[in-house]
């Protein structure tokens, strides 16, 4: 990564894209402190990631790729680890509804290493939920999931920034996150080549189909140097 810099605004979901490599996943290890920058500052949610990482972690929740669940433990003891280890209370009734939405209520009781690939992504993805975290960096979050399970997943991430959520989706599925998304971080090469409105790299960017289709093809074809004209903001990344 090299001096990148962005900011999300807090009831927003933004469309972290980029090229295979562009340093996606390098980015959102870095703001959930899984990764340790060599220098730079990063704020989330008020708190600085330098000075009180465990405020940002309390605060912060990640989806992984390839969320790691615990094999032998069932679904129902992943939402009672989550619950018991960020001391949620009053979460059963929201865990309820989330299993429900998610098409998971029948798969309970069943343990990780029994559940399809798309079951532990949404998994993973109702654990994140059940925190009310005030941020949620997922990383190719509908890779593997059902078309009644992505719409879940547009739907229920919408409600999250609604509640005041700041949401960042890593994703190369274009068409489905420009659905969910009104925010767009945009890089190639570990650096950031838009960030910004969607609304406004559509215009500036998304040619007569003024999609975001479009606004990634035209500026990952751009040569590099030129990519500071890109940035519509150059605050420090919160
Ligand atoms: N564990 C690692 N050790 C060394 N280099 C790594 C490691 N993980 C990633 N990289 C390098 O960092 C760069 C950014 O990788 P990153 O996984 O962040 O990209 P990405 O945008 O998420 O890519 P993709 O779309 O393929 O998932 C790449 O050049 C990659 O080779």
Redesign the pocket.
């Known amino acids: 990564m090299n001096s990148i810099s962005f900011d999300v605004p807090a009831g927003r979901v933004a469309a972290l894209v980029?090229?295979?490599?562009?340093?996606?996943?390098?980015?959102?290890?870095t703001l959930c402190g899984i990764l340790s920058p060599t220098a730079g500052e990063l704020n989330i949610a008020d708190a600085s990631l330098n000075n009180d990482p465990l405020e940002v972690k309390r605060r912060t929740a990640y989806v992984p790729?390839d969320p790691p669940l615990f094999d032998s433990l069932t679904v129902d003891d992943h939402l009672r680890f989550v619950a018991s280890a960020y001391r949620l209370s009053e979460w059963e009734t929201y865990a309820d509804e989330l299993c429900e939405r998610f098409d998971l209520t029948e798969k309970r009781h069943t343990i990780a290493s029994g559940l399809s690939r798309g079951m532990r992504q949404k998994v993973a993805i109702v654990c994140a939920y059940l925190r009310r975290p005030d941020v949620l960096l997922l990383?190719?979050p509908m890779t593997g999931l059902d078309p009644p399970s992505i719409r879940r997943f547009k739907e229920t991430v919408r409600e999250q920034a609604d509640r005041g959520a700041t949401v960042l989706v890593?994703s190369?599925l274009l068409l489905l996150v420009e659905d969910v998304c009104d925010h767009l971080v945009l890089?190639r090469?570990?650096e950031v080549l838009f960030h910004g409105p969607l609304q406004q790299a559509r215009e500036q960017f998304g040619g007569d189909t003024n999609s975001l289709e479009e606004v990634f093809f035209r500026l990952t074809a751009e040569p590099e140097s030129t990519s500071d004209e890109f940035t519509s903001h150059a605050d420090p990344l919160t």
Request: hydrophobic share 15%; net charge neutral.
């Open positions: 980029g090229p295979n490599g562009a340093g996606k996943t390098t980015t959102i290890r790729d990383d190719e890593s190369h890089m090469r570990g």
